[in-house]
Nanobody
Framework: QVHLVESGGGLVQAGGSLRLSCVAS????????MGWYRQAPGRERQLVAAITNGGTINYADSVKGRFTISRDNAKNSVNLQMNSLKPEDTALYYC????????????????WGQGTQVTVSS
């Protein structure tokens, strides 16, 4: 399987910045897409930003102009730079990756990280 480990969450004041990182581990990983989702208490999980293997990037309207997603293919990682944070950005942030993996034959995967908490105080 493919395992994802997130880091970089924390507590920050409104207007501050945080950088989330997610590293994938597994054999022979080939990504179709990597991205970040978030879930606030009592709300559904929603897409924050995603980047495809071809470099297409999608952002939620609420984070456009403030968040930047990037990939490091050599490190099998995806990052989310979050600037001008607002209290409504407070949520548990999850890394997601989809693609194939394997050494001798390919299998599909759709993996999630354990989540990292981001809290923005007003």
């Amino acid at each position: 399987q493919v395992h994802l480990v997130e880091s970089g969450g924390g507590l920050v004041q409104a207007g501050g910045s945080l950088r989330l990182s997610c590293v994938a581990s597994g054999i022979g990983i080939s990504f179709n897409s990597m991205g970040w989702y978030r879930q606030a208490p009592g709300r559904e999980r929603q897409l924050v930003a995603a980047i495809t293997n071809g470099g297409t990037i999608n952002y939620a309207d609420s984070v456009k102009g403030r968040f930047t997603i990037s990939r490091d293919n050599a490190k099998n990682s995806v990052n989310l730079q979050m600037n001008s944070l607002k209290p409504e950005d407070t949520a548990l942030y999850y890394c997601n990756a989809e693609g194939t993996y394997g050494q001798f034959y390919r299998r599909d995967f759709d993996s999630w990280g354990q989540g990292t908490q981001v809290t923005v105080s007003s």
